[in-house]
């Protein structure tokens, strides 16, 4: 891994995590699995199971949320896992409803059946038919992490005050779980797959233009929150008032095309969505729509809160392992005049996914390929995406990886240090630029690059 400042500002608002966590099961309800078939009991009878954590986190207006977060998502998802330590060791579906602690009282009247009341069961109340919905060990690890981010969210809202914790940040968060990766993402950073030379994209950004409907239904449901300043509707530009009457495009929370309408008098208010590409902005404030914090952020020289227009849950993508992952080149580089590599940390076994809350979970099978050392996930904040499309980054991937010997750990880590090297550029007389002469990246730039082959030979 490498991060680098690259000038925006004083302090890296750019942070990461990476940890081995032990899921301790939490005394389990009276008649629910309470032998220790199933369970995963270590030394010292403990029971349990461990997850490997990795996590960006890109702040802005600010690093306290990052560094937060940074230091506590993974606690709270642990807590969210504990209990279901024995639920995702048991092979059978998981149950629908756990048991109570102890025996419902008979007292009470809520819980006295129908047939103890009357003495029977109309036929109306027989049901006709059994209707269950199947639910997976994957979808309560997925519901766990999405639970977390919320925990947390909730947590820097708390604290904010006693902490100073300015800002927010986007967050994307990598667990490996018994045999399988989940990858969280809430904000604008990306992962990709690199398979023989192949590309596979792994996740999607959540701005302004990609949350544009789900922006504008919440604005439409609430005009409230828009503070009589905003319209909920996108146009292509804005309307002058010279304009009114005349009929001019559109669209609304119901359209991914284009249509006329006449423009009236509430027209002219700013439109909550203006802009495209990275220049589109949410009430004229904010580029991204998912994340962590923001509690306090106003729109300019306005009393109107943009923090419930953000959403703090992420997508979850889902990859399976039937071997252990390879071991990662963990390296780490904060810019000051010179990229500084720390200590590599190959102790750690690592293999991504990413993939960005709409139900939709996008599955990465590792068992079903032969991985090469070649093969790898790199997982970037915006500040490398900024600057560097994916075909531009598997370009420097293959270039680096084919200078290393296969088995030499060193080689992924010299190929996160040259994609933040080459996404900063080079300190011209106008500028930081790149090779072809544009801007380099006026962001901090943070990346994972991860060997999803086997662990071969390394040392």
């Known amino acids: 891994m490498m991060v680098i400042n690259a000038g925006k500002s004083q302090h890296n608002e750019d942070q990461a995590c990476c940890e081995v966590v032990f899921v301790e099961q939490r005394p389990s309800p009276r008649g629910w699995l309470s032998s220790s078939e199933g369970s995963g009991e270590l030394d010292g009878g403990r029971k349990g199971f461990y997850f490997h954590y990795w996590a960006l986190f890109d702040g ?74 199947a639910v997976s060990h994957e979808s309560l690890v997925i519901g766990a992490i999405e639970n977390a981010f919320k925990h947390m969210d909730d947590q ?31 904000g604008d950073s990306r992962a990709i797959i690199i398979r023989n030379g192949e590309i596979i994209p792994m996740s999607r950004e959540f701005t302004p233009e990609t949350e544009r409907q789900r922006l504008q239904f919440l604005a439409l449901l609430r005009p409230e929150l828009l503070g009589k300043e905003f319209t909920h509707l996108e146009f292509p530009r804005r309307i002058q008032p010279k304009e009114l009457g005349k009929k001019m495009l559109y669209r609304d929370q119901n359209m991914n095309g284009w249509a006329y ?28 729509t998912r994340g ?13 809160h943009i923090k419930p227009f953000l959403s703090c849950f992420p997508e979850v993508s889902l990859a ?38 709409a139900c939709q979970v996008r599955v990465y099978d590792l068992t079903q390929y032969e ?36 088995n030499d750990p060193c080689r992924y ?45 390394y040392t």
């Not at 009282?105 to 009341?117: C, I, K, M, N």
């Not at 790199?378 to 370009?395: I, Q």
């Open 60 to 133: 802005h207006a600010g690093s306290g949320a990052a560094v937060m977060a940074s230091e506590r998502l993974h606690l709270h998802i642990c807590e969210q896992l504990r209990d279901l330590v024995e639920i995702l060791q048991d092979p059978s579906p998981p149950p629908i409803c756990l048991p109570h602690d102890t025996k419902t009282s008979p007292a009470d009247p809520t819980q006295v059946s129908y047939t103890e009341d009357h003495g029977e069961v109309p036929n109306n109340a027989v049901p006709r038919f059994h209707l269950e919905k």
């Open 156 to 186: 820097i809202e708390r604290e904010r005050a006693s902490q100073h914790l300015a800002g927010g940040c986007c967050a994307l968060a990598a667990i490996y779980l018994m045999g399988k990766f989940y990858v969280a993402n809430a």
């Open 261 to 288: 309408k006449k423009i009236e008098e509430d027209d002219l208010k700013f439109p909550l969505i203006f802009g495209e590409g990275k220049k589109a902005r949410m009430m004229a404030t904010i580029g991204v």
């Open 413 to 457: 880590t010299m190929v996160a240090q040259e994609l933040v090297v080459r996404s900063r550029g080079v300190l011209k007389e106008r500028g930081w630029r790149l090779a072809n002469d544009k801007l380099g990246s006026g962001d901090d730039i943070s990346v994972f690059v991860i060997p999803l082959g086997g662990p071969g030979n």
């Open 371 to 406: 991985h090469c050392p070649d093969d790898v996930l790199v997982l970037g904040t915006d500040g490398l995406w900024d600057v560097t499309n994916d075909k531009e980054v598997a370009a420097v991937v293959m270039e680096v990886l084919t200078s290393y010997e296969p």
């Open 320 to 357: 399976s392992s039937r071997f252990a992952p390879g071991v990662p080149a963990v390296a780490r580089a904060t810019w000051q005049d010179q990229i500084c590599p720390v200590q590599q940390e190959p102790s750690l076994p690592l293999i991504l996914a990413s993939c960005p809350v």
């Open 292 to 304: 962590l914090g923001d509690h306090d952020l106003k729109v300019f020289s306005s009393n109107i």
